[in-house]
């Protein structure tokens, strides 16, 4: 389809464009007058020259004369005469010398050896460095208000924080944390370690806990408190949470019992924990619940080691193992109960059967477990050190001795041999029953006893294993004349007795060897204390037994006796202790009364051989003890 | 009788071959100056175990004997006594060729066996032919971090009127140069390289207050 369309038809536009507006609108340039015109056209004649050559000169001249500044030299033409043209001549002469003199600046420039170019320095534009001020200025304000509403919130928490002191930064709770236990950071969580393996423990269990940000309550925080009365936790706690491991919670301790021998040997129980500090509560604070849980950690190390050694020992009586409970025989009737006792706070309240057995928990010989199993571990990290230097780390002095002296097999492999903890806390036990069985026995003598007094002096040094105690045997107000002294060494299942002469007696574990002993010394102690005495009042000393083959034999040891005479020597004491019927004093007077010559004996000489001993009623005698009672018949007996 | 000793021999045999005797000694050697000593010290106290006792001591005198075979390199043998602790045993030692290895061998191994003897040790070497080469006193700290042993020692010149310096007849003895000589070593079995990595890296903790490496004593 086809529409016609008009087209117009138009002369392009004759006159130039003089000028563009900034509106857009054309100048154009107005086209020439007719006079304009004229003047332009008679501009090209050359009025000077001939037709012809003007004809041929015209259009080179007029060129010539149209672009002055860009001909080269070959353009000069030297004309003889002044004509016309000679002002065209001069000027275009003067071009030329103007550009030789710009061309020969222009390569003697290009040397730069004689003359450089430099650049002129263009003036700063002011306008656009203001603008450029002005627009840091703006970018560094809007930097700095960025900036500085940072810091004011920072400030404002800050000042909070500071405000309500009730919650510690988490940060500064976990350096505290960080300075009493050893912390790692596994990946993005914190883990720490609260096991004895640094210090020299060998035990497999780890002691893992893990710390976490306690959840943040819903009033801390940017915003402003509300009113502290409503919604404040009762409370504190603490900015961070640890997370110990299940079976490491709660509170544990070792029971240790010593009991007499039960009819049934299982029916000793052993009850969980009565007393208090249940850790149900979880605002207990971090310090208490690590340290608990390494307590837990190394009661059970304890008791692990404890029920290995139970069951590999050979013993006479052979030890029991029953769930958390150890039974071992310590003298015979006497046992030994070490139990775990282990409380979560979960559990419900423990049976109410009272637990008579809590008062003989023995502390010290639980201190002395715990002392033990550390010991081992001591032992495990500190070796000795080798000297000189360039030895082996870890053999002791003896095995380091061991070869130059020649040591054999069996030297070595008592070296390799120690005791068990077992063996040692049983031992413990055994020397505080021999001690206590002592000292009862001691006491009873004592309280029995008046006549010479019994006085017992324990050693204030003593180990475990053994004590020393040194008995005193003397008589009231005579104590200067005689004494005997004993030592007794308590060990763990047997006393020794050493005795002032000299005489060493081992006794057994049962508590009436000792007191036999005690007696008998006792009575000895009588007889030496009358030779002393008898020393003091002049009385000559006789004879002594200790130990007298005449009369009745004795259930408990052996009679002594000594026989006295005066210093004149009309009278004679003897006396006669024993243990078990006391003490006899018999008399006898030199001259005798009743001498009567008869048929055997005519001579009067014979009544000084000595009558026949009568005995002293010595209860009836006066005196305060046996040696007063001595001394006093000495002195009624004494004639001068 | 002889089975007994069969027996023993025997048994010498199979531990020799199933690798328990600890016959290598894996070594780093270096040195510190007197004045920086203190430091290192302190930094090995923190390092190594049992920082609540104070650092070993240790005061020996030490005596290099050789025997001259034909035709071999001559036989080093070395006894050492502890001069603070006259009771202990002397020390007699032999410490074998160096392996050096390449580079990633991080320290020198070497075969070093010693023996505990009695005092006759000297007189029974100078019977069999062996000369003494030198002496020397050996004073400083040792300390002790797992299997290895660091020592920190000075070494001195024996004094000849001394006799090691147990009675002061000859003066004190003369410090042979103003260092210490450090050192870190593990004696063990044979192809323990977790040993020598370990030793590695303790040494890399001691930078850069001593230097310690493979010393390559024909080198020096």
């Known amino acids: 389809?086809?529409?016609?369309?008009?087209?117009?038809?138009?002369?392009?536009?004759?006159?130039?464009?003089?000028?563009?507006?900034?509106?857009?609108?054309?100048?154009?340039?107005?086209?020439?007058?007719?006079?304009?015109?004229?003047?332009?056209?008679?501009?090209?004649?050359?009025?000077?020259?001939?037709?012809?050559?003007?004809?041929?000169?015209?259009?080179?001249?007029?060129?010539?004369?149209?672009?002055?500044?860009?001909?080269?030299?070959?353009?000069?033409?030297?004309?003889?005469?002044?004509?016309?043209?000679?002002?065209?001549?001069?000027?275009?002469?003067?071009?030329?010398?103007?550009?030789?003199?710009?061309s020969d600046v222009l390569a003697v420039a290009k040397e730069k050896r004689y003359l450089v170019l430099d650049p002129v320095p263009q003036?700063?534009?002011?306008?656009?460095?203001?603008?450029?001020?002005?627009?840091?200025?703006?970018?560094?304000?809007?930097?700095?208000?960025?900036?500085?509403?940072?810091?004011?919130?920072?400030?404002?928490?800050?000042?909070?924080?500071?405000?309500?002191?009730?919650?510690?930064?988490?940060?500064?709770?976990?350096?505290?944390?960080?300075?009493?236990w050893r912390l790692k950071k596994v990946s993005n969580s914190i883990v720490?370690?609260?096991?004895?393996?640094?210090?020299?423990?060998?035990?497999?269990?780890?002691?893992?806990?893990?710390?976490?940000?306690?959840?943040?309550?819903?009033?801390?925080?940017?915003?402003?408190?509300?009113?502290?009365?409503?919604?404040?936790?009762?409370?504190?706690?603490?900015?961070?949470?640890?997370?110990?491991?299940?079976?490491?919670?709660?509170?544990?301790?070792?029971?240790?019992?010593?009991?007499?021998?039960?009819?049934?040997?299982?029916?000793?129980?052993?009850?969980?924990?009565?007393?208090?500090?249940?850790?149900?509560?979880?605002?207990?604070?971090?310090?208490?619940?690590?340290?608990?849980?390494?307590?837990?950690?190394?009661?059970?190390?304890?008791?692990?080691?404890?029920?290995?050694?139970?069951?590999?020992?050979?013993?006479?009586?052979?030890h029991m193992v029953v769930g958390n409970q150890?039974?071992?025989?310590?003298?015979?009737?006497?046992?030994?109960?070490?139990?775990?006792?282990?409380?979560?706070?979960?559990?419900?309240k423990p049976p109410p059967a009272p637990p008579p057995q809590k008062s003989d928990h023995d502390h010290v010989l639980e201190h002395s477990l715990h002392q033990l199993l550390r010991e081992v571990h001591h032992r495990n990290t500190h070796h000795p050190f080798p000297h000189p230097a360039s030895g082996a780390i870890g053999p002791s002095k003896k095995r380091c001795l061991a070869g130059p002296i020649a040591a054999d097999r069996y030297d070595?492999?008592?070296?390799?041999?120690?005791?068990?903890?077992?063996?040692?806390?049983?031992?413990?036990?055994?020397?505080?029953?021999?001690?206590?069985?002592?000292?009862y026995v001691l006491d009873t003598i004592a309280k029995e006893v008046k006549d010479p007094l019994i006085v017992s002096h324990w050693n204030a040094l003593n180990s475990p294993t053994q004590s020393c105690v040194k008995i005193n045997i003397m008589t009231h107000g005579y104590d200067t004349v005689c004494r005997t002294s004993l030592v007794v060494h308590v060990g763990e299942k047997s006393l020794k007795c050493v005795c002032r002469d000299g005489r060493v007696m081992h006794m057994s574990y049962e508590p009436q060897e000792l007191r036999d002993l005690i007696f008998c010394q006792i009575y000895q102690h009588q007889i030496n204390a009358v030779q002393a005495l008898a020393k003091c009042m002049g009385w000559q000393f006789l004879s002594n037994s200790a130990h007298l083959g005449i009369g009745a034999v004795e259930p408990l040891g052996n009679a002594s006796s000594c026989i006295l005479a005066s210093p004149t020597g009309d009278r004679i004491i003897a006396v006669r202790c024993e243990p078990q019927t006391g003490v006899q004093v018999a008399i006898a007077q030199s001259p005798r009364k009743d001498f009567f010559p008869g048929q055997l004996v005519k001579e009067r000489k014979w009544e000084n051989l000595g009558g026949s001993f009568k005995e002293v009623r010595w209860d009836k005698m006066e005196g305060k003890n046996f040696l007063n009672k001595m001394e006093l018949l000495m002195a009624s007996l004494t004639s001068s | 009788m002889a089975q007994s000793m069969g027996t023993a021999i025997d048994s010498l045999n199979a531990a020799y071959n199933s690798n328990i005797i600890p016959n290598q000694e894996y070594l780093l050697q270096g040195s510190i100056l007197d004045s920086a000593v203190e430091v290192l010290l302190h930094r090995l106290r923190g390092l190594c175990d049992n920082v609540d006792s104070s650092p070993e001591t240790f005061d020996d005198h030490e005596m290099c004997f050789s025997i001259r075979v034909m035709n071999t390199p001559p036989l080093v043998l070395r006894v050492r006594r502890a001069l603070d602790h006259p009771e202990m045993p002397w020390q007699l030692r032999y410490i074998g060729q160096p392996e050096l290895g390449d580079k990633s061998r991080p320290t020198i191994v070497r075969s070093s066996l010693d023996i505990g003897t009695s005092s006759t040790v000297v007189e029974f070497l100078t019977e069999l032919g062996c000369h003494l080469?030198?002496?020397?006193?050996?004073?400083?700290?040792?300390?002790?971090?797992?299997?290895?042993?660091?020592?920190?020692?000075?070494?001195?010149?024996?004094?000849?009127?001394?006799?090691?310096?147990?009675?002061?007849?000859?003066?004190?003895?003369?410090?042979?140069?103003?260092?210490?000589?450090?050192?870190?070593?593990?004696?063990?079995h044979n192809g323990l390289d977790a040993v020598a990595e370990d030793v590695r890296a303790f040494a890399d903790q001691l930078r850069p207050l001593v230097l310690l490496d493979k010393i390559d004593y024909k080198r020096l």
């Open chain 1, 1 to 102: 389809m086809a529409y016609s369309v008009n087209i117009a038809v138009e002369a392009p536009v004759e006159n130039q464009i003089q000028e563009i507006t900034y509106d857009g609108q054309e100048i154009y340039q107005s086209p020439l007058s007719m006079s304009e015109n004229l003047s332009k056209l008679a501009q090209k004649i050359d009025f000077t020259k001939q037709l012809a050559e003007d004809v041929k000169k015209e259009p080179t001249d007029s060129s010539e004369s149209c672009d002055d500044e860009a001909n080269s030299k070959e353009t000069l033409t030297y004309q003889s005469s002044l004509w016309p043209w000679d002002s065209v001549r001069n000027k275009l002469r003067n071009a030329l010398t103007e550009v030789c003199v710009l």
């Open chain 1, 123 to 180: 003036e700063p534009q002011e306008v656009k460095q203001m603008v450029q001020v002005f627009a840091r200025k703006k970018a560094l304000a809007g930097a700095a208000s960025v900036l500085l509403n940072g810091a004011e919130r920072l400030r404002t928490s800050h000042n909070e924080m500071a405000r309500n002191r009730n919650t510690p930064d988490f940060h500064i709770e976990l350096l505290r944390l960080r300075q009493n």
């Open chain 1, 192 to 318: 720490g370690d609260l096991s004895y393996r640094t210090a020299g423990s060998k035990y497999a269990q780890t002691g893992m806990f893990e710390v976490t940000k306690a959840e943040e309550e819903p009033t801390a925080g940017s915003s402003p408190p509300p009113s502290p009365t409503n919604a404040a936790p009762p409370k504190p706690g603490s900015a961070l949470r640890v997370t110990v491991p299940s079976e490491l919670q709660g509170v544990a301790y070792i029971e240790v019992l010593c009991q007499k021998d039960q009819e049934d040997l299982c029916s000793s129980t052993i009850n969980l924990l009565g007393s208090g500090t249940t850790s149900t509560n979880p605002d207990v604070h971090w310090q208490q619940k690590l340290e608990a849980a390494q307590n837990v950690l190394f009661c059970k190390e304890l008791f692990n080691q404890l029920a290995k050694e139970a069951v590999q020992l050979q013993a006479p009586i052979p």
């Open chain 1, 326 to 348: 150890i039974m071992a025989t310590v003298l015979p009737g006497i046992q030994l109960i070490i139990g775990l006792c282990h409380s979560t706070g979960s559990d419900k």
């Open chain 1, 412 to 439: 070595l492999l008592q070296m390799t041999q120690g005791q068990t903890l077992l063996e040692q806390i049983i031992q413990q036990a055994q020397h505080f029953f021999m001690r206590l069985r002592t000292e």
């Open chain 2, 133 to 188: 080469d030198f002496e020397y006193i050996t004073k400083g700290y040792m300390f002790r971090k797992g299997r290895m042993k660091i020592t920190v020692s000075k070494i001195f010149k024996v004094n000849q009127g001394n006799e090691g310096g147990s009675d002061g007849s000859g003066g004190p003895p003369k410090p042979l140069s103003q260092s210490y000589l450090v050192e870190v070593s593990v004696v063990a």
